[in-house]
């Protein structure tokens, strides 16, 4: 591998790396080799994670070899043992370390490295990128939860991640985990030693030496070189201390450094209600009630029934109870003036508040210490396999480690009272169905309430990490722009800085801030406009043109899910979903985990499927596709921003957020204003979705700013700083059409793409998961499938075409068979007939038409030009049925059509256009058709989900193929009274 020098550090490189990568380097070796901290960015694409990881490793093999240096010239200080030559070494490498440490033997430790990022997913790619370099023979370790690593049968089907924790101690107690038993003997085994294992892997290696991949890794990490772990491990006190992580002398690198200040608030922060203190009264009298019963039967219940030891007495219980008591007394006592908004307090409300209880400094270790010993018991005991297990008053000693969690020094309070606030609010009453099998809650006598305790400033999570002894800080992420309002958040010496350019030039971007749509219509998505439904159908428009314009994958982001759901729903019922579906199948992030890896796959199959010509996804920003997930090459070849993601302006913790600024602006001029955060939140949030594409030095694509918003000046100047001079202004439609038109005829010509196989491997970070996307063809469509040249120009010449998905394709010679045959037995069934279940994740994929067969004949006619753009004057929803019906009338006579295909295209045009819950009612229709043959009812029912006035008579009227031949003729009658109507 190429070896650069950088500082006097030798650094080995996978590649000969880019001037941007050299400086990144250099910086990095600078905050390490002086001990300071630093704030880096480097965009997205320009290899940050494999620079930051060769440079510091490069760093710590030096020190270490510097220290050996040393310890050897303290065991041999006569020349004739070679302590001359030690001492040069030792000099040359103190000047490449830039060690001032005093050359005293073994009397101090080497330097160890924790690498820190927001997921696991993002550590796992991480981890692959080491294993690229030369330094993957380091020590390494990764850290993860019990949820994670637990292999125990029994432990880890547990769903409560407290109650895991608690199974998961009384099972090491009575030594009865094998699993743990076996960590002692088996973690010097040489595989764990030599391998870079990440969490999948360490699981696999787990369960194949038949050792606790949980402690095998707490165990790794005491002679780690490099230690991966998420965030919160580093910056919350409590995970701190439960993985037993010590950072005295220890370099932290943070990855994605753009989410710190929010973890930093909120791993600082907490919330407490009303029914809280009440469950842990009850689960107190839960324990009380089963010493009673014992002392009542003479009989050792423990001893018997459960074999967990009682380290608390009767006693402990009453003290408890009585404080719960006092606490719950305290809390009713409280009146909320402002029942609408809530009441804010300053912080020392919340101490004078547990001080009600007796709660204070010095007094809180020893009610935290019984409160684990009652939750252990309870949480392990056998009483009930539905008693509520501790979780209340785990919640409750988390408030109090919290709370008490620096002291009670002057300092401390002075911090306390700078960073924090107390707001209270009314705890609404869970709304839903009982649980019969939850016992009874405590009625509470009075009204609930919320107390939220709340950290408004990164400093202090920061300050305390400081506190413990690192080595250097260093925060890096690709969207850190603005740097200073960033650094001044941050309340920590912050020497080293870097604003990287981005590897690619000019001619691979192109950027425009677009104002107005098609039609002419102002794009502003601000909380006024964004339900005006004139807004919404010229957003709607836009995207359609871009959908004939943008080759390969399109991105578009949305401020939020409500507007996400509120754009899809309107084009939905005006029938422009379809159309823009027509022209590329659409994918919906989900908002549930558990449905986006399948979204995911489906996406990036599609992108690589040559009987289609890409794919739109859309997103919402700060959701998960907007980080984390790589869009390269065909993928992502435009990102469409449609508004400004402002946080909630009304949510509690946001306006006191802008309080505290403004508080802290009197103080110090140079903060940031309440106003100018509120913004830079969503520019921040932009520019992590923009992130999304251009991945690479030969990458490329289109980045469109779909709101007038983001002509102000202010915007701009927050927008990562590689993209600022790329911004075009567009105020008209048709100029940023022909610049489009342009820069990918260009791009296609001069940056050609990559085989199919280059975008194979696809990582979702945001779900824990990886994917291979499909890369190879069969033979007999490999030749014109992946001639990508082909492909994009027919994106140039959309307007020539009639549809760039409909084809002329010769008839496949099959056996005839019902429609609902064919629902029933197509292999990739869109609905399940049989049971009559939908698919839940496939409510998401908006398919066009499916294509088979060879590479698709195409049909030019005579057309206007700018066919792509027939929504520009806005047609009515009645003209716009007459032209559908009239081809949906053609399609009728067409007696060669191809049964199936014909099936399969009505059905995906149909749920394209339907809700999940009226796609399920029309499965039931032709479910119950089938079974009972009652024509009326589906006729009612088809009436209702495709009503004429909303742009659907094309649906109800394509309906006639799959009929049984005795309803045909009254249908046609039926159909005939609605043209009259």
């Known amino acids: 591998m190429p070896e650069i020098t950088i500082n006097n550090i030798i650094v080995n490189f996978p590649f000969k790396p880019y001037s941007v990568q050299e400086e990144y380097m250099t910086k990095v070796i600078e905050c390490l080799q002086n001990n300071k901290n630093g704030v880096l960015e480097s965009p997205t694409g320009t290899g940050k994670t494999l620079s930051l990881l060769c440079s510091s490793l490069s760093w710590l093999l030096t020190r270490k070899a510097q220290m050996q240096a040393q310890s050897l010239i303290g065991a041999v200080d006569n020349p004739t043992f070679g302590g001359h030559f030690f001492k040069k070494l030792n000099n040359e490498l103190k000047e490449a370390t830039g060690s001032t440490k005093p050359s005293t033997g073994f009397t101090w430790a080497a330097p160890k490295i924790i690498y820190a990022s927001r997921t696991h997913s993002q550590l796992s790619q991480a981890m692959q990128e080491l294993k690229r370099t030369s330094y993957k023979h380091v020590s390494v370790a990764v850290l993860g939860s019990r949820d994670q690593l637990c292999i125990h049968p029994e432990v880890s089907k547990e769903t409560n991640s407290s109650n895991k924790i608690h199974m998961c101690h009384s099972k090491l107690k009575s030594r009865t985990c094998f699993y743990y038993n076996n960590v002692e003997t088996r973690k010097e085994d040489p595989f764990f030693k030599q391998e870079v294992l990440d969490i999948e892997d360490l699981v696999k290696a787990g369960q194949k030496y038949r050792c606790c991949p949980y402690f095998l890794s707490r165990e790794l990490k005491q002679t780690a070189d490099i230690t991966f772990m998420p965030y919160n491990y580093l910056l919350d006190p409590k995970s701190r201390r439960s993985q037993g992580i010590d950072l005295q002398n220890c370099v932290v690198l943070l990855d994605e450094a753009h989410n710190i200040e929010k973890i930093c608030e909120e791993a600082a922060s907490l919330q407490i209600c009303s029914t809280d203190i009440a469950m842990c009264i009850e689960e107190l009298s839960v324990v009380m009630e089963d010493m009673a019963k014992e002392m009542t039967e003479q009989n050792d219940f423990l001893t018997e029934t459960t074999n967990v030891q009682k380290d608390f007495t009767a006693d402990d219980l009453c003290i408890l109870k009585s404080m719960f008591l006092e606490l719950e007394k305290a809390i009713d006592a409280i009146e909320i003036k402002k029942r609408e908004e809530g009441d804010t307090h300053p912080s020392g409300f919340i101490f004078e508040l547990l001080e009600k209880a007796q709660l204070t400094h010095g007094k809180e270790q020893l009610v935290i210490d019984k409160l684990d010993k009652i939750v252990f018991y309870l949480s392990t005991a056998s009483i009930s396999p539905f008693a509520r ?11 109090l480690r919290t709370v008490f969690s620096s002291g009670n020094s002057a300092r401390y309070k002075e911090k306390i009272k700078q960073c924090y606030k107390v707001y209270i609010q009314v705890e609404e009453p869970k709304k839903g169905k009982k649980d019969v099998w939850e016992s009874k809650k405590k009625v509470l006598k009075n009204e609930g309430k919320i107390i939220s305790y709340w950290c408004f400033s990164p400093g202090y999570s920061m300050h305390q990490l400081m506190e413990q002894g690192v080595h250097s800080i260093v925060l890096t992420s690709g969207t850190l722009s603005p740097l200073q309002p960033f650094i001044s958040d941050l309340g920590i010496p912050i020497e080293v800085q870097l604003e990287n350019p981005h590897i690619v030039k000019g001619d691979q971007i192109c950027v425009g801030v677009l104002s107005q749509g098609p039609d002419g219509y102002s794009l ?12 919404i159908m010229s957003l709607g428009r836009t995207i359609f043109n871009f959908s004939c314009l943008i080759p390969e994958g399109l ?21 422009l979903w379809t159309k823009i579906a027509e022209r590329k199948p659409i994918y919906v992030e989900p908002q549930y985990r558990d449905e986006f890896a399948s979204i995911m796959s489906e996406y990036y199959e599609k992108i690589n499927d040559p009987s289609h010509k890409g794919a739109i996804f859309m997103a919402v920003c700060r959701g998960k596709v907007s980080e984390g997930l790589d869009f390269a090459n065909a993928n992502g070849r435009a990102v469409l921003i449609t508004g400004l993601p402002f946080p909630p302006l009304k949510d509690p913790r946001v306006i006191l957020k802008q309080q505290y600024l403004e508080e802290m602006k009197r103080l110090d ?11 830079l ?14 991945r690479h030095k030969n990458d490329y694509g289109a980045i469109i700013l779909c709101d007038c918003r983001f002509e102000n000046p202010s915007f701009k100047k927050q927008l990562s700083a590689w993209l600022r001079p790329h911004v075009k202004k567009f105020n008209n439609f048709g100029v940023i059409t022909k610049d489009l038109r342009d820069f990918f005829k260009y791009a296609n010509r001069a940056f050609p793409q990559p085989n199919s196989g280059m975008y194979s491997s696809v990582s979702l970070s945001a779900t824990s998961a990886s994917f291979d996307t499909i890369a190879s063809r069969t033979s007999k469509n490999t030749s014109k499938a992946n001639d990508h040249t082909t492909r994009v120009e027919d994106n140039f010449n959309i307007d020539l075409y009639v549809d760039g998905n409909e084809t002329d394709k010769k008839p496949t010679e099959v056996k005839k068979k019902s429609f609902f045959e064919i629902l029933a037995t197509d292999s990739k069934p869109m609905i399940n007939f049989s049971d009559c279940k939908l698919k839940e994740q496939q409510n998401f994929s908006e398919s066009a038409k499916s294509t088979t067969g060879s590479a698709p004949k195409r049909r030019k006619i005579k057309i206007l030009p700018m066919e792509c753009n027939e929504y520009v004057s806005g047609p009515s929803t009645a003209s716009d049925a007459n032209v559908t019906n009239s081809q949906q009338n053609h399609t009728e006579a067409d007696d060669s059509t191809d049964k199936k295909a014909l099936g399969k295209t009505y059905l995906k045009k149909v749920k394209c256009s339907l809700s ?31 009503p004429p006035n909303k742009g659907l008579l094309h649906l109800f009227i394509g309906f006639k193929h799959f009929l049984k031949k005795q309803h045909i003729a009254p249908f046609e009658s039926h159909v005939a009274l609605l043209g009259n109507t």
């Open 389 to 399: 297990k501790g979780n209340a008053l785990q919640k409750f000693s988390d408030l």
């Open 524 to 535: 502003n998505s601000s909380f006024n406009t964004r339900n005006d439904p004139k807004y």
């Open 555 to 575: 991105l578009v982001f949305f401020p939020s899910y409500p507007v996400m759901k509120k754009c899809r729903e309107e084009w939905q019922n005006v029938g």
């Open 669 to 679: 001029k140079e903060t940031l204003s309440g106003q100018q955060w509120y913004q």
């Open 681 to 694: 939140e969503a520019s921040r949030a932009v520019n992590q979705a923009i992130g999304r594409i251009i």
């Open 916 to 946: 999940e819950s009226n796609y399920k009612i029309f499965a039931k229709m032709i479910q119950d058709y089938n079974s009972t043959n009652n024509f009326e009812e589906l006729l009612k029912v088809l009436q209702t989900l495709f």
